[in-house]
């Protein structure tokens, strides 16, 4: 009878082995699912999803303040560089200000349908390598860092339409193609206004109020604006 008390206690000890040994899996593949996204808890009510290839976008669209933005990008970020920003339709953040985004860096943003007033300048610098798509749309933006624009070495595609940018911005880019500046209350543009950004094909200023072209030369050699 002792021998077979020894035995199962033997068998339990080995299955309550296995359990926590297949419970311990489990976790490791809870956090591998996780990875590369920062913790959840970290980055609250900001949200990191990452696809199969680890490319992670980060949703921070119910932010309630710029300060809560910042400490969001003040946690523990172990990988800080996403695919993309989202902040859509936030009716709290007026300013995306110089670090509120920490270390992290972006290849596409998307902030559109908020209140929005200004980006300020180098909000956006740990980008300036990686970032290929603007969207700053449907906000209320009268700032932004125009004369940064040559500093970022990949952007292809700036989205500002339907904002409020009281004049027409500097253009300077060798990398940009794509410009919508549509729906803005600017009522003058430069004849000299697209000379520096030779690779641009397509430009958007439709439902502004522009009346007149100041003076300057015009040069749209380089381009095929639609």
């Known amino acids: 009878m002792a021998g077979l008390h020894r035995l199962l206690a033997l068998l339990a000890l080995a299955l309550g082995t296995v359990a926590v040994s297949v419970a311990e899996e489990k976790a490791k593949d809870a956090d591998l699912r996780r990875l590369p996204c920062p913790d959840p808890h ?3 009510p900001c949200v990191c999803t990452a ?6 976008d980060i949703d921070c669209s119910q932010v309630e303040s710029e300060d809560q933005l910042a400490r969001v990008f003040s946690s523990t970020i172990p990988f800080p560089h996403f695919h993309a920003l989202y902040i859509d339709g936030n009716q709290r953040l007026k300013v995306l200000r110089r670090g509120d985004l920490g270390p992290a860096s972006f290849e596409l943003i998307h902030i559109t349908g908020g209140v929005l007033e ?10 300036y390598p990686t970032l290929s798509h603007i969207y700053i749309q449907e906000n209320n933006v009268s700032r932004f860092p125009f004369a940064e624009l040559p500093l970022f070495t990949s952007l292809v595609f700036l989205q500002m339409h339907t904002n409020s940018l009281e004049s027409f911005p500097g253009l300077d880019s060798d990398t940009l193609q794509q410009v919508v500046l549509s729906d803005n209350p600017f009522g003058e543009i430069p004849l000299d206004g697209f000379q520096r950004v030779k690779n641009l094909y ?3 200023v439709s439902a502004n109020d522009v009346e007149i072209l100041l003076p300057g030369k015009v040069d749209v050699s380089h381009n095929d604006l639609a």
């Not at 696809?51 to 992670?56: R, T, W, Y």
Request: charged share 25%; no cysteine.
């Open 42 to 44: 970290d980055i609250s």
């Open 51 to 56: 696809d199969e290839q680890h490319n992670m």
């Open 118 to 127: 200004e980006v300020q300048e180098e909000a956006l610098s740990q980008s």
């Open 202 to 204: 397509s430009i958007s």
